[in-house]
Nanobody, 122 residues
């Protein structure tokens, strides 16, 4: 009953920037953590950044100082501003949200976006 729709991926040159966005919709009561993961073919999905409902943030070490995660609780959106991109950042990026829905009061469930490709060329 919850959908996460991502946008903003694409092809960019090294040292360039992209801004990813993810909007959650459905029978949402509240969203706790929201975050971004990425996955390279053949490797496990890894956490890139996470932001709590109270705006506390955590970043994977390799993106610290380059990426900024933000959210708008009123709009149920989360964003990832990616600056100084490197070829190593190339991956499919997935947004995720821990959501309590109207039909499942009292419990949080993890929802995932469909993924958006980010390709950084040298």
């Amino acid at each position: 009953q919850v959908q996460l729709v991502e946008s903003g991926g694409g092809l960019v040159q090294a040292e360039g920037s992209l801004r990813l966005s993810c909007a959650a919709s459905g029978s949402i009561l509240i969203i706790n953590d929201m975050g971004w993961y990425r996955q390279v073919p053949g490797l496990q999905r890894e956490l890139v950044a996470v932001i709590s409902r109270g705006f506390t943030t955590n970043y994977e070490d390799s993106v610290k100082g380059r990426f900024i995660i933000s959210r708008d609780n009123a709009k149920n959106t989360v964003h990832l501003q990616m600056n100084s991109l490197k070829p190593e950042d190339t991956a499919v990026y997935y947004c995720a949200a821990d959501v309590m829905t109207i039909t499942h009061l009292g419990s949080l469930r993890r929802y995932w976006g469909q993924g958006t490709q980010v390709t950084v060329s040298s």
